[in-house]
């Protein structure tokens, strides 16, 4: 058995940002041009007017500021509402590909390596361009990398689940060095004209290097133990699918996107998280107190002040539970790595922490690490 450790860890993060302020006043001028187009059948009651968004809500209920995204211009036109990306020719790399390989790069150099030490990639993301070849594929060819590759998709919890199927065969000795990416292109997804969830999510790519230990080139953190736990809901669900043809579903369906009953999510999921982190430490003989940090999943600044304080018994110090969502937003599975990745450097050889994420599934996963 050979000791997992993480040796790099890289962010991608898209040069264009939505700030909440031009998000509401686009989806309210788009709400002000379906309330016109739809006049006469809410005169007569058959159909709601569409009520304007709130900067002041969006804050308060979720902590986000703003957004990062990979097209600004097609979010924000209110006559379209979703993101524009060049169609792309089967032989050049993909979108996902693309914005994947760059936060590979930045993971890589941080571990001292190079595409062709990898023998395991891994793209582990909420969805997916498309159903084949495998992004991981296309990945590791343009890295170089030798091995083998997959997809695997958790929604929220993809990278965590990503890092335990790499941890373990790094574990057994099946692999020598992995990849774990997670391109995350939320704003294809994502309804951006339903003002219940059009503020919830942004686009970024995060990736991260697992080694053996004995092979880390200098800083890294061991891999303790790793925990994954799921539960079926439809309290977050996403109905679009390869078999939409079949079921003559091919117009534009409010469930063909991202959908969910948040109020539900939030009071179900955060106990569940809660005791997950709990059991997790205590199979694994670290108390709590013995936390330095909580790298949680990106999603709703009350949610991870919840979890901190169920888990810690007590009030995260300031750092101790680091957010960057109210810079990124909800970035599905990157979420809790670029947590980790851009606050782990302070931390000195005995420290541990937990990488928490979670979400649609349900799923939750945890990472305990050690600064080596
Ligand atoms: N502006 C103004 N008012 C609003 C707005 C808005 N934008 N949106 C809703 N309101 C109104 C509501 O209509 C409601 O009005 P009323 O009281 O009159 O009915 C009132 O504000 C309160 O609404 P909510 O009850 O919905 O508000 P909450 O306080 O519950 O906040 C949240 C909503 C922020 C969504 C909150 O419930 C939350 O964060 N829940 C947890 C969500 C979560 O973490 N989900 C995880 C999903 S991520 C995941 O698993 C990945 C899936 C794959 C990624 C997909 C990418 C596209």
Request: charge should be negative; charged fraction near 25%.
């Amino acid at each position: 058995m050979y000791q997992p450790a993480i040796t790099g860890t890289g962010v991608f993060t898209p040069e264009h940002v939505i700030t909440n302020d031009e998000l509401v006043a686009s989806y309210n001028a788009y709400a002000d041009l379906w309330n016109a187009e739809h006049a006469a059948a809410i005169a007569t009651g058959e159909v709601a007017a569409k009520p304007h968004s709130s900067t002041d809500f969006i804050l308060k209920a979720s902590g986000i500021e703003q957004r990062h995204v990979l097209d600004k211009d097609g979010v924000l036109d209110p006559t379209r509402m979703f993101p524009r990306l060049r169609a792309r020719g089967d032989d050049e790399p993909g979108i996902m590909a693309e914005i994947a390989l760059d936060a590979c790069r930045t993971a890589l150099a941080q571990a001292g390596r190079e595409g062709a030490d990898i023998d395991l990639v891994i793209c582990a993301a909420s969805n997916l361009e498309r159903a084949y070849p495998a992004v991981a594929i296309e990945i590791q060819q343009c890295l170089g990398a030798g091995g083998f590759a997959f997809d695997m998709n958790v929604a929220c919890s993809s990278a965590t689940f990503g890092i335990q199927a790499a941890a373990d065969m790094i574990r057994s000795g099946s692999v020598r060095r992995a990849i774990v990416v997670n391109p995350e292109i939320t704003s294809g997804h994502l309804e951006w004209r339903d003002r219940d969830c059009h503020f919830i999510f942004g686009d970024v790519a995060t990736a991260t290097v697992l080694e053996r230990e004995g092979d880390a080139q200098g800083e890294h953190f061991r891999v303790i133990s790793t925990r994954c736990a799921t539960e079926f809901s439809n309290n977050i669900r996403n109905n679009n699918g390869f078999l939409r043809r079949t079921r003559d579903q091919m117009a534009d369906r409010r469930d063909m996107q991202f959908m969910q009953e948040g109020r539900k999510v939030f009071k179900e999921v955060v106990p569940m998280v809660s005791a997950h982190i709990l059991s997790h430490l205590e199979d694994a003989g670290v108390a709590p107190s013995d936390l330095k940090r909580l790298w949680l999943h990106q999603a709703n600044k009350g949610m991870n002040d919840y979890v901190g304080r169920k888990v810690l018994g007590r009030d995260p110090e300031p750092g101790e539970q680091p957010n960057i969502l109210q810079d990124y937003a909800n970035t599905s599975s990157a979420g809790s790595i670029i947590a980790f990745a851009k606050h782990s450097a302070d931390l000195t050889a005995g420290d541990k922490g937990v990488i928490c994420s979670f979400g649609a599934g349900y799923s939750v996963g945890s990472v305990l690490v050690e600064r080596a």
